[in-house]
């Protein structure tokens, strides 16, 4: 079945860096844009980045652009988020979604990222 | 950036009854929403796309609607395991990719 498991969360201080990971299986990675989605503690969905199927083309939203960036390795079934200059406003659950372009669908478990001295 | 506004923030019913969740968007999106379920500790679960389309697996008794700037979306006969929240979500003018805050549908 398709499955996508989410790595690489933790906690870091302000300014630092994390790297996270998504494992595709069940389904032909290469065949769809993936995206990362955020959600704060208690708060709502947050869109996060978007990677085509060959990564020519890549989305950012504003609150993480020139920090975050996105990536992918087709031939490893995996996608992947390069966080830098971390904030404590960037604590979150971050899910790694099948899709981008239309919907998502489906999601992943996610990963906690936690930004604290 | 489309703003989606949901309402109610919070609905309270019964099993067995219907529920009617609205999301409204700052501008026309067509027909280019989508609406999540969410259960505590679990990721959201895709139900409604293009507006008006079940995704696989999805009960009939979810349905949704509207087009522009106004959507519903409806569930009938409330079942103990759709106690959970609904999100909403935009992909007319992206970036960014936006969703609604969210509606959370408890028992009454």
């Known amino acids: 079945q398709v499955q996508l498991v989410e790595s690489g969360g933790g906690l870091v201080k302000p300014g630092g860096s994390l790297r996270l990971s998504c494992a595709a299986s069940?389904?032909?990675?290469?065949?769809?844009?993936m995206s990362w989605i955020r959600q704060a503690p208690g708060k709502g969905l947050e869109w996060v980045s978007s990677?085509?199927?060959?990564?020519?083309?890549?989305y950012y939203a504003d609150s993480v652009k020139g920090r975050f960036t996105i990536s992918r390795d087709n031939a490893k079934n995996s996608v992947y988020l390069q966080m830098n200059s971390l904030r404590a406003e960037d604590t979150a659950v971050y899910h790694c979604?099948?899709?981008?372009?239309?919907?998502?669908?489906?999601w992943g478990q996610g990963t906690l990222v936690t930004v604290s001295s | 950036e489309i703003v989606l506004t949901q309402s109610p923030a919070t609905l309270s019913l019964s099993p067995g009854e219907r529920a009617t969740l609205s999301c409204r968007a700052s501008?026309?999106?067509?027909?280019?929403l989508a609406w999540y379920q969410q259960k505590p500790g679990q990721a959201p679960r895709l139900l409604i796309y293009d507006a008006s389309n079940r995704a696989t697996g999805i009960p009939a008794r979810f349905s949704g609607n509207g087009s522009g700037t106004d959507f519903t979306l409806t569930i009938n006969s409330l079942e103990p395991e759709d106690f959970a929240v609904y999100y909403c979500q935009q992909r007319s003018n992206w970036p960014p990719i936006t969703f609604g805050q969210g509606t959370r549908l408890e028992i009454k």
């Open positions: 979604a099948r899709g981008g372009v239309r919907w998502f669908d489906p």
């Open positions: 069940g389904f032909t990675l290469s065949d769809y844009y």
């Open positions: 990677i085509s199927t060959t990564g020519s083309s890549i």
């Open positions: 501008q026309s999106v067509s027909s280019y």
